[in-house]
């Protein structure tokens, strides 16, 4: 391969990412990178990251366009370190055995990434043997399965990927028959091509490409042109090029406010306002009818996840009232006492959480369907609401912190998930999470488990209570309710009952938080 281009793929963020989808470029074909510069926006199971460049130079090519889903790994975009001509770009993409989208194809012709790997790919007869020669072979054939490698199974299906189960189901490819190196013990499109190639057959997918900068002009195609995706609707309403706009959005992209400008500066308002037309009476407009609108991915992957959970995890409730006074005076006295301390109710619910967790370790668990795994750490996620969902970054080993530092690293992480800047490992996995919904006023509620969590602890608003005393007396409380989901196929109800116990005393008594 050449030393002067790089491959961009598809990076594995988290133990559990296995496939990302491209978002958006934040740059075009033509643009010079630097390193650490960010390229593009990838929609993993539970947010967007921003992939950044490990290598300046030139991107030459983009090989995965936005929407497409695509496994770790998979190569999505060629930068040149040093010069290089369009063949040798051409022979490289040859030689890493991508179908090449061009980006000077217009959208019309683009098709996508996965498609290119089942409509680029030419297969030879299904005779052909495993000792066919490349000088045998036409120049257009690409792609040879040996006979030893034939014969699709449906009920295989399961133990590949996406596009290596396409690929294999298109050509015959025999999926029991190769060796899977991917997650879960999953055949990939690599694990193919080795198989292929072992066994004497030919694996290449050839495509020619070429890129082209678009020159400016209200006249050029504006596809490429890095913008806000309501700059980009507005631009179409307004009939305005994004070519004729500036970029001074973030990732210098064009904002609604340069596509404004460029409205104005093409057709800019009269010096006079245009005379009041004439009253009218008013015209009976039909409703437009409704829109459905598909769910994000983000979105998607919640349902998808808690719709498992609710189906194969036999969820029981446990429910515990607690008196919050006690612990409301302490926390009076430290953010009183210290300059450096903000610390609200969550934060002291999450370091007593913690405490109960390391007491009763049996809940401290996670559980695949198969196998329970004992945390060493008490590791709390937290739920934090988004606009187009909810995210739980993770305060590691909550047991060994005190209050102002879990304070401080939960204030981090909120604001943090809510701009989209957490890292993967800060929001997934976990051992225990809590949700609380008692800043909206919910009094109670029950919450769904996340997986591979065992336990969720739903908080909800404290309320002041009269409480039955000695001698036919009452006293005033402020009284919080707490319910603990379970999954019941790995904790029962007494050790659920055990740790409601364990984390109401600390709760009662908060003073043995802070030893």
């Known amino acids: 391969m050449s030393d002067s281009l790089v491959a961009v793929v598809m990076p594995k963020w988290g133990l559990e990412m296995v496939e990302g989808t491209i978002t958006e470029w934040l740059v075009k074909v033509g643009d010079s990178i630097s390193f650490e510069q960010d390229l593009v926006d990838i929609e993993t199971s539970k947010i967007v990251n921003t992939l950044t460049s490990h290598q300046s130079g030139t991107l030459v ?3 995965a366009q936005e929407g497409k889903l695509l496994d770790v790994g998979a190569p999505i975009a060629i930068i040149a370190v040093n010069e290089t001509t369009e063949s040798e770009v051409d022979k ?10 061009s980006v000077a194809t217009t959208h019309s012709e683009k098709p996508s990434s996965e498609e290119g790997i089942s409509d680029q790919i030419s297969s030879a007869n299904s005779d052909s043997s495993a000792d066919v020669s490349p000088a045998e072979i036409d120049d257009k054939i690409d792609f040879v399965i040996p006979k030893s490698l034939l014969g699709y199974d449906d009920t295989d299906a399961t133990s590949a990927t996406p596009i ?13 028959s190769i060796a899977a190196t991917g997650r879960h013990e999953r055949v990939t499109l690599d694990d193919i091509r080795t198989a292929v190639i072992a066994a004497g057959g030919r ?16 006249a050029a195609d504006d596809s490429d042109v890095p913008a806000t995706p309501i700059a980009r609707r507005l631009a179409k309403k307004l009939g305005v090029s994004l070519n004729d706009c500036r970029r001074t959005g973030r990732h210098q992209r064009v904002s609604k406010a340069d596509v404004e400008l460029a409205a104005f500066k093409l057709r800019p308002t009269p010096d006079l306002p245009a005379p009041a037309p004439a009253a009218k009476a008013p015209e009976v407009k039909e409703e437009a009818p409704l829109k459905a ?3 994000t991915g983000m979105r998607r992957t919640i349902a998808k996840r808690l719709q498992a959970s609710k189906l194969e995890a036999p969820h029981f409730r446990a429910c515990i009232d607690v008196e919050l006074d006690a612990l409301l005076s302490l926390r009076k006295q430290l953010n009183d006492s210290r300059t450096d301390a903000n610390i609200s109710i969550n934060d002291c619910l999450i370091k007593a959480t913690a405490m109960a967790l390391s007491a009763t370790p049996k809940v401290n668990i996670q559980f695949d369907g198969k196998n329970v795994t004992s945390m060493p750490h008490a590791d709390i996620a937290v739920a934090v609401a988004l606009e187009d969902g909810l995210i739980t970054p ?27 800047k957490l890292k993967p490992a800060e929001f997934q996995g976990g051992s225990f999470s809590i949700s609380n919904l008692g800043m909206f ?9 996340n997986p591979p969590q065992a336990a969720i602890l739903a908080v909800g608003a404290s309320e002041k209570k009269l409480l039955p005393e000695g001698n036919n007396d009452v006293r005033q409380a402020t009284v919080l309710a707490l319910t603990l989901s379970s999954d019941h196929r790995v904790i029962d109800g007494a050790i659920a009952a055990k740790f409601l116990q364990t984390l109401k005393k600390f709760i009662d008594q908060p003073a043995t938080m802070l030893g």
């Open 61 to 63: 090519r983009i090989l």
């Open 92 to 101: 490289y993409v040859a030689e890493i055995n991508v179908g090449v989208v």
């Open 164 to 176: 290596a189960l396409r690929l294999a189901k298109q050509h015959n490819v025999a999926i029991d």
């Open 203 to 218: 694996f290449r997918i050839a495509q020619k490409a070429s890129y082209k900068s678009s020159p400016d002009g209200c």
């Open 293 to 295: 609108k598909p769910l």
């Open 394 to 420: 993770i305060v590691t080993k909550a047991e060994t912190k005190g209050l102002v530092e879990i304070s401080n690293e939960m204030r981090d992480l909120a604001t943090r998930a809510k701009i989209g």
């Open 441 to 449: 006023g919910v009094s109670q509620f029950d919450a769904i488990i």
